[in-house]
Nanobody, 117 residues
Framework: VQFVESGGGLVQPGGSLRLSCAAS???????MGWYRQGPGKERDWVAT???????NYDDSVKGRFTISRDNAKNTVYLSMNSLKFEDTAVYYC?????????????WGQGTQVTVSS
């Protein structure tokens, strides 16, 4: 399965964006995750949505970000509100090994999110 992320852009602090991740294959039988890589940083896990629809978030985004999925469209979303400077990063999605935050597939090109005034 390959992934194409989109929806990033330049936004002011406090603003919102909705990212999309379109998969080339079926995803209904995978837990899915969003990750991000900030400038000079490693790629970190951000959020998970399980096969059953349960969600989990890194503490840094909890209450501000929402992960969702549309299995019919093989697409995962990340709605981001109250964006902060530190949310600036390239955002990626991936399938996950079940009940982990470990990615199990290949990476797409990501989508750049820049939070700046």
């Amino acid at each position: 399965v390959q992934f194409v992320e989109s929806g990033g852009g330049l936004v002011q602090p406090g603003g919102s964006l909705r990212l999309s991740c379109a998969a080339s294959g079926i995803i209904f039988n995978h837990d899915m995750g969003w990750y991000r890589q900030g400038p000079g940083k490693e790629r970190d896990w951000v959020a998970t949505i399980t096969i059953g629809g349960s969600t989990n978030y890194d503490d840094s985004v909890k209450g501000r970000f929402t992960i969702s999925r549309d299995n019919a469209k093989n697409t995962v979303y990340l709605s981001m509100n109250s964006l902060k400077f530190e949310d600036t990063a390239v955002y990626y999605c991936n399938t996950l090994w079940r009940r982990t935050t470990t990615p199990s597939g290949s990476w797409g090109q990501g989508t750049q999110v820049t939070v700046s005034s």
